[in-house]
């Protein structure tokens, strides 16, 4: 019995306890998924629930009555052996060890599909991440993006969700001008402008234009070409590492385009009719603290050019209009601004500002030999993507950076994650799904199959605790997307990988020496390939690869 069949069946319960009559809870109090956890304490039980409690206000009665009626109903459910009240209405609730074991049948035959859902479904999401400017290589920040954003995208579409990735290339503005600026220093042999930028990566784009246009330096507007092939190159350069990285978008979306065919002269004049904007110093300005903004903001300045937020307004309606029903924005930790401003803006414009979800991310630092690493070999100033995988590696580095809370700054210890010891959490899960292919190979070599399976042979300490952890994945999955937290998934993965390594020490798949056959070593056999394809299907969600040896 999995987790979410238990939840299915209480709320069952609950429903037939109102129908007959035992119960009188309003219609739309009745949950249709019931959350049900693992008890602090496995004395316990197997799974517990605060249902009653939640249920005591809108039923008018105290929480244990409507627990006493749920244990009465539950302890009838096939599988379940105990059902107990403790406290002010808390159930908890013990399964035997049959109901338990079948879980690892039902995740063999479910395969690659055990975990999802489509509770989502119908839901088609825009996930804008990373998104940096071509000005320079991708830095840690929006390697942790790249990592985070698609993990996220997969753990999406596990729950079904419709899920496009955007990348929003910011090619308008400052920022390319001072780009352009520097390539063309460069290639004069001058010193890079006082706000431009540095490295030796722009040596070899200014170099490569050069190459590619022998008379650039003679052009009309040597610092245009510059601009338009610089940016080409390092967005090519961009593309690439984030492919090598795993990481492919459905839709690079030029910032340009915007301004280019009209769309923010043309959503300008609507605000402006709209009364959302208003004439002030010269600007005009958006009115978005009617909508929770902390200040009004400026959409069009006094000298008629319009405002960074314009661009915004018009990227979000263009996302409106292309039929998303949710555009989450990922953005650095300087972006706190954006939360109120983007939803402000929606609600402008007449939508709804819950259809605009903003992700802040925080920073990232690494760690070698205790001491921080801050310069890069190319870029000259910060850490590129490219730095951090050369040491540790793509696999290594996207289940770091996806493990953590991305609202939360990480330190990245690269001695710890170029270890081959347990110490290192991507290595533990790892060696984990490694360690089940290398016990299914022994099985084979000792001629135990899954010719049977006997759910009640599954009754060691160690096979309750993975079953209970192998059951949770599910839930796991439903949590990261409803919280937008995809490191729950590895979180998870290394509490499923503990367990494992333990039942590997505790119990066996092939018989002893020349022992015998017996069906408890075929039935093994089922919950070691259970476990590790549940490990398989969450690295997969990481972007991570599941190896068969190591």
Known sequence: MTPEELSAAIATCLKDAVDAGDLTVPVEAL???????????????????????????????PPRKIAEVLQNRLSEIPGVSKVDIAGPGFLNITVDAAAAGELAKAIVEAGESYGTNTAMAGTKINLEFVSANPTGPIHLGGTRWAAVGDSLARVFQSQGADVTREYYFNDHGNQIDKYARSLLASAKGEPAPEDGYGGAYIEDIANEVMANNPAILESEDPQEEFRAQGVELMFAAIRKSLHEFGVDFDVYFHENSLFEDGAVDKLLEQLKGSGNMYLKDGAWWLNSTDYGDDKDRVVIKSDGNAAYIAGDIAYFKNKRDRGFDLCIYMLGADHHGYVARLKAAAAAMGDDADRVEVLIGQMVNLVQDGKPVRMSKRAGTVVTMEDLVEVVGTDAARYQLARFSSDSNIDIDLDVLTKKSNENPVFYVQYAHARTCAVARNAAAAKVERTVFDASLLRHVTESELLAVLGQYPGVLASAAGFREPHRVARHLEVIAGAYHRWYDACRVTPMGEGAVTDTNRTRLWLNDAVGQVLANGLSLLGVSAPERM
Request: hydrophobic share 35%.
């Open 31 to 61: 949950p249709t998924e019931v959350r049900v956890e693992r008890p602090k304490s496995r004395e316990h039980g197997d799974w517990a629930t605060n249902i009653a409690l939640q249920l005591a206000k809108p039923a008018g009665v």
